[in-house]
């Protein structure tokens, strides 16, 4: 009797890498394959890839929808710690890494599968990501990362491998760009862009209008948020799927959500990126004008520490720790009055929050006021003022004694 083959699942995408992973997994560990592809908003048509992925070695594939629980279950706890990576990137290929390695465990698990596999290179971020994952929810699970392994050391050796095996692979000259796209975010690296001082091809964006070819006029969208989460678009409700959606396409159509950056990448190198986050940007303004009338100064000025921190994580892979858990927790205890609407406007790449309102709003127009009020007695500000810089006259009085000796 001939024993059992062992079973990897592999996160699949239907690229090069993954094309040519599958007969070299088969090869080395002679094993049985079984692919899963990760719908997270990317935009292709995924059906095709089942008959590609078993042509090339698989004995099955499941095609998973992730989009509502990528939106509801990563990008809204980061929407909602107001997470930016470095003041600029929005984490946008970060948090879909845990959400496609999480379902991979699942598979690997209902399969009882051996080990699982991925096509992230040595020098990325997301081998890290998807390998802390596998970690913290399957940790009797075997990595493989044929990038680590293999003696492929370039696409070409890729294409020459698959070409000597019968595989088609789809091999494109007219983008030398590197790019990872799900629902919230499109990225660009590589090619001219290695060089920081090469500005930006206009033709190097595939979702947003260049700002200077935006429309002339003005766009607005009224954001509605229920504790943190967004809800409503001009009054109307959305699933978050669609939402997100509509975003993108307004966003895109004035130019909104692109960022250039030089990015310290956790591997230890510097990466230079071109992001295209139309709706992701539009929310991030939202949330931000929302919380600006509905949390308490030192509650607003801790969490933007949180932030800095939970994006960090976010960018690492931790997304499956005690410490991102626990920050969520904290995170969630602010929102509890993050709720009204922001109307944003758009124009020409910027995007700036036009007006603000809330039920919980602290915000209070009869004490801020610059005319005439009954609520504020100016004079109280004397005695702060005294007890608040007692510390600065106490210093300076015994410089000053200190001169005398």
């Known amino acids: ?8 699942v592999l ?16 090869e080395n560990y002679d094993c049985e394959v079984i692919a899963m592809a990760a719908d997270v908003g990317q935009g292709e048509e995924l059906a095709p890839l089942e008959a590609k992925a078993l042509k090339t070695g698989a004995s099955k594939i499941y095609i998973e929808d992730l989009k509502e629980e990528f939106i509801q279950d990563f990008i809204y706890p980061t929407l909602k710690a107001g997470a930016v990576y470095e003041g600029k990137y929005l984490l946008g290929t970060s948090f879909a890494r845990p959400v496609i390695a999480k379902r991979l465990v699942e598979i690997a698990l209902r399969e009882g599968a051996e080990a699982v596999a991925h096509g992230a290179t040595g020098k990325g971020n997301d ?13 009797q699970l075997k990595i493989i990362a044929p990038w680590r392994l293999w003696d492929l050391k370039s696409r070409e050796d ?56 935006a429309p002339d006029t003005a766009g607005y969208v009224t954001v509605s948020f229920e ?8 009054g109307k409700e ?5 939402l997100l959606q509509k975003l993108n396409a307004l966003g895109a159509k004035h130019g909104v959500g692109i960022v250039d950056l030089v990015e310290n990448r956790l591997v230890g ?21 929302l919380e600006s009338i509905t949390l308490d100064r030192a509650t607003a000025h801790y969490k933007e520490i949180v932030a800095v921190r939970f994006a960090e994580l976010v960018y690492d892979g931790c997304w499956y720790t005690p410490l991102r858990e626990a920050l969520s927790a904290f995170v969630d205890s602010t929102q509890q009055n993050v709720t009204g609407d922001v109307r944003v406007k758009l124009y020409k790449g910027s995007c700036a929050a036009a007006g603000v309102k809330s039920p919980y709003s602290l ?12 609520v504020y007695d100016q004079k109280d500000a004397e005695g702060f003022i005294n007890l608040f810089g007692l510390p600065l006259k106490v210093q300076a009085l015994m410089k000053q004694s200190k001169k005398k000796e």
């Open 1 to 8: 009797m001939s024993e059992k083959k062992m079973k990897v």
């Open 11 to 26: 996160a699949y995408s239907g690229g090069l890498d993954t094309s040519v992973i599958i007969p070299w997994l088969k």
């Open 127 to 139: 081998q890290v990501r998807f390998e802390l994952t596998v970690k913290a929810l399957a940790p």
């Open 158 to 213: 890729e294409i020459e491998y698959a070409h000597a095996r019968g595989i088609d692979v789809p091999v494109s000259k007219s983008r030398p760009y590197s790019m990872d796209r799900n629902i919230w975010h499109l990225s660009h690296e590589g090619a001219d862009l290695e060089d920081p001082w090469n500005e930006p091809k206009e033709d190097l964006l595939m979702i947003c209008s260049p700002p200077g070819k």
């Open 227 to 234: 504790s943190g989460v967004p809800v409503k678009l001009d």
């Open 238 to 242: 959305y699933g978050c799927v669609a």
């Open 269 to 289: 190198m510097k990466s230079r990126g071109v992001y295209e986050t139309p709706g992701g940007t539009i929310l991030y303004e939202a949330h931000k004008a």
């Open 363 to 374: 915000y209070s127009e009869e004490l801020a006021t610059f005319g005439k009020d009954s």
